[in-house]
């Protein structure tokens, strides 16, 4: 059987040289015609323009959105410099009001303890059964202390106290004098009962109790004691000498 003829017809190499031609023509065409557009100074500007208005369209867009997060971050400053100034305003009213809490405090321990400016502790008594605490404390007195006085001197008297606070089982008495002259005199007349088992002590509000337990621990206080519900510190200077304090708040103690 005889092979079929590869060679190319004269119609089909006259297409591919038709064609070959024309994209010959159109390139060059399309040289020519870019080439004398970028001579023109009309096209040109038509381009610089076109560009420096998408240009400038861009920044514009760019500026406005920086001058509305510019105008956002000042109203943010604002209000941040308002809360700050409501903190400062509300940090003063907190604090006046502190140091009107701790003043009012002051002032209601000063009227409990003048409350109490007639009575005094008595510890170191044994408690018996079925006992008179206003005999009790009158023969106290007139026995240890060598002061007489009346049964209506006494407006009242009891146990205080939990059982074992002064060591050997026995409640402390509280006394209520009815005049503050009679108080007077057996707190003076209380030296006569040193060494012996038997206290007398003025009876000071909770509060005083721990001015005067932390008054007694600190380290420049050589002595303290009360005088009508008031804390006395003797203090030694650091250069020495010895001055009296009067101690009515903690601060005081701090300052010492």
Known sequence: ???????????????????????????????LVTDGLLKSDKLRELIHQTVTNAIETKLESLIDRLDTQEARLFELEQQLEHK?????????QVQGACGN????KTVLNDLEQYSRRTNVRISG?????????????????????????????????????????????HRAILVKFASTRTKVAVMKARRQL?????????????????????????????????????????????????RK??????????HL
Not at 101 to 104: G, I, R
Not at 133 to 158: F, M, N, P, Q
Request: with cysteine; aromatic share 2%; glycine share 6%.
């Open 1 to 31: 059987m005889a092979s079929r003829s590869t060679r190319k017809t004269p119609a089909v190499t006259r297409q591919r040289k038709d064609s070959a031609n024309r994209d010959e023509t159109v390139a060059e065409v399309s040289t």
């Open 84 to 92: 700050e100034q409501e903190i400062r305003y509300l940090a003063g």
């Open 101 to 104: 809490l701790a003043e009012q």
């Open 125 to 169: 008594i044994a408690e018996t059964p079925e006992e008179k605490t206003d005999e009790t404390v009158r023969k106290l007195l007139d026995e240890k202390l060598g002061i007489t006085i009346a049964e209506e001197a006494i407006d009242r008297s009891h146990r205080v106290g939990k059982p074992g606070q002064d060591g050997r089982g």
């Open 194 to 242: 040193k060494g012996t088992s038997v206290v007398i002590r003025e009876d000071l509000t909770a509060e005083n109790m721990k001015l005067l337990n932390r008054t007694r621990r600190h380290e420049k206080v050589k002595s303290c004691w009360t005088i009508d519900g008031r804390i006395i510190a003797m203090v030694t200077d650091t250069n020495g000498i010895e």
């Open 245 to 254: 304090v009067n101690i009515r708040r903690h601060r005081d103690i701090d």
